[in-house]
């Protein structure tokens, strides 16, 4: 399969990485500034225009800024084939915005950083007009990056800030844990956040492999009237405020960039 991918910064390259170990794509790649792709293999072929780019394949992925999607499209309208899958890694632009520019089949993929260690929940969605076959084809794609989730076009919001962003809430909750643990022990602040990051993931596996749910969890360990119950009370009575406000912000802040980029198209 021939696969272009749009745009060389962090995603883009990390997706040039992911997709390359298999043999069977052939991967094309354009980047506005060249010099950043002086350093790929020869097996990867690097175009000399978007336009050229969707003339030579079968999956054009943009790897670009929602404000920028507008101009790609655009470049690529007069070259890309009718049987080539145009998808976008940003769920800002609308599908009914990009159909503005090029009438065609499209998807929208959402990966999580988690993908460098194969362990994405990667989250698609489609427009009307792909087949059960671009589906199939495009999830098997990703597949090499982790799990594979189709969710509707109106929840990929909610949907990336579980997966996408998720990382990153995690890793700042977990933070805060660990410095306010340093105030209270003489433990090396290293050694405390090896200690925390190895109990959140066999916490998780523990949950995912034993089916057990956030409340098994809590009683399993919590006993009435110890040490656990106390901290545990305190989550439960402190942090849906801050949860709530999370999301209110995030998913706030996602509406206006997705308001901001339809505004480009019209």
Known sequence: MNIGIIGYGSMGSMLVEKLSRNKDNRLYVYNRTIEKLKSLPPEIYICSSNSDLASKTDIIIMCVRPFDIKLVLSEIS???????????????????SMEKIINHKMAKVIPSLTAEIERSQTLVCFNEKTSEDDKINLESLFKCMGDVILLPENEMGMGSELVSCMPGFIASIFDVLCS?????TSIPEEQIVSMVLNTLCSTGELMLTKKMSFNDVVT???????????GTKVVYEKFPTIARELFEKTLEKRKQTALKAEEIFG
């Open 180 to 184: 306010a643990a340093c105030e209270h």
């Open 220 to 230: 399993r360990v919590a006993t009435k009237g110890g040490i656990t119950e106390e």
């Open 78 to 96: 007069e070259s890309v084939r009718a049987d080539t899958l145009i998808v976008s890694l940003n769920g800002s632009v609308s599908f009914a």
